[in-house]
């Protein structure tokens, strides 16, 4: 066998393919993150150190107590990366801030890394390799390894949820979606889901789960957790950037009025699809629409949005779906969002894909696993 034969035979070979597109796909992002690729303890898990530093000490939300442990553990503080996060995470990230700053980044780092395998292990697609392929080129979610971000286990949580749906588990799938009450601002479109489609036995696991986690809040924080943590979440310092946020927020450039305009229009739309659609495909319609009426959102956040993405790209019977869809698994679909003066387009594109599930695939619509 020449040479040549060997080497179309390898090409043939699906598995090498997806391993050459990942590789690909991973190349480019680091060329696109470049500046950026070395260690600096100054990232976003500066921000959750001290949350599991803190748990249970009553100072969770003081700006001066997360300072003091910032400067304890790399030297220095950053005013701008305070815990913001709901005290039950706090108490999840407990073990970790056992450990000296560093090695704890490192295994914060190996636990996203498991949870994008678990994404791409459990997200109930036609093809593993396709999801594998998404997460390797998705800028986003690159971005979030290199910034210390936790939207890895987003991904992970929500493939497990949308497989246990699959396969008629909607307590249990609610419960695992539950946890993603860390962000819970993305998921703020979820309760038309359940709404709609009289997803009963999802809503209790919901509630279920989220019972557990706010009696776990009150533990890691005392009785007087929420307005703390309403006031930290809303401090200036934390919601910088509004420039590039990829959101109503930042389309209608902080103007509390034209946004909620538009988080009710968005509202009504995803109400409309999850009418018309089936549930994947529903599913994908709130995570685009939450990703929109956010309030506080930047793009390693948008990682959020592929399951969308395949689910628009394995679903969708329109080309210009498929290609839109395409477009935004790769960098093409973010990258202008950092150039100067062109993030308008960026958002525009996001608003564009989110308005795109109004147009439904033409398969009927299936009943919900637990009607």
């Not at 390799?129 to 971005?143: D, E, H, I, Q, T």
Request: with cysteine.
């Amino acid at each position: 066998m020449n040479w040549r034969v060997a080497a179309k035979l390898a090409w043939s070979s699906r598995n090498l393919r997806c391993g050459l597109l990942c590789f690909a796909g991973l190349a480019v992002n680091a060329v696109l993150y470049l500046p950026f690729l070395h260690y600096t303890p100054d990232t976003d898990f500066l921000g959750l150190y001290p949350g599991g530093k803190l748990c249970g000490t009553g100072h969770l939300y003081d700006t001066l107590h997360v300072l003091a442990v910032q400067r304890d553990a790399i030297g220095h503080n950053n005013s701008q990366r305070l815990f913001i996060r709901p005290p039950f995470y706090a108490a999840i990230l407990w073990p970790l801030a056992q450990l000296p700053y560093q090695q704890a980044f490192e295994a914060f780092q190996m636990l996203m890394l498991a949870a994008v395998a678990a994404f791409v292990w459990f997200f109930p697609a036609a093809d593993r390799r396709a999801a594998a392929v998404a997460c390797c080129w998705s800028m986003p979610l690159f971005g979030s390894f290199v910034f210390g971000q936790d939207l890895a286990l987003l991904l992970g949580l929500t493939a497990v949820s949308l497989m246990l749906l699959k396969i008629n588990r909607p307590i249990q799938a609610g419960a695992a979606l539950s946890l993603c009450a860390i962000k819970p601002h993305l998921f703020l479109l979820l309760p038309l889901l359940v709404l709609e489609r009289r997803m009963w036995r999802f809503g209790a696991g919901l509630l279920a789960g989220g019972s557990v986690l706010i009696a776990l809040s009150f533990l890691a924080a005392g009785p007087k957790w929420l307005p703390a943590f309403w006031g930290a979440a809303t401090l200036p310092q934390t919601n910088r950037g509004l420039a590039a946020m990829p959101n109503l927020n930042g389309l209608v450039n902080g103007r509390l009025p034209w946004e909620i305009a538009g988080a009710l229009i968005v509202c009504a739309l995803v109400w409309y699809v999850i009418r018309r659609s089936n549930l994947a495909w529903s599913f994908g319609a709130v995570l685009a629409g939450g990703i929109l009426i956010s309030h506080h959102t930047y793009i390693a956040d948008c990682a959020i949005l592929l399951p969308a993405l395949l689910i628009m790209q394995e679903q969708a019977d329109r080309n210009w779906q498929r290609l839109l869809a395409l477009f935004l698994i790769t960098p093409l679909g973010f990258v202008w969002v950092y150039l100067a003066g062109a993030g308008l387009l960026g958002r525009l594109a996001l608003v564009f894909f989110a308005l795109s599930f109004l147009a439904v695939p033409q398969s009927p619509k299936e009943q919900a696993p637990d009607a």
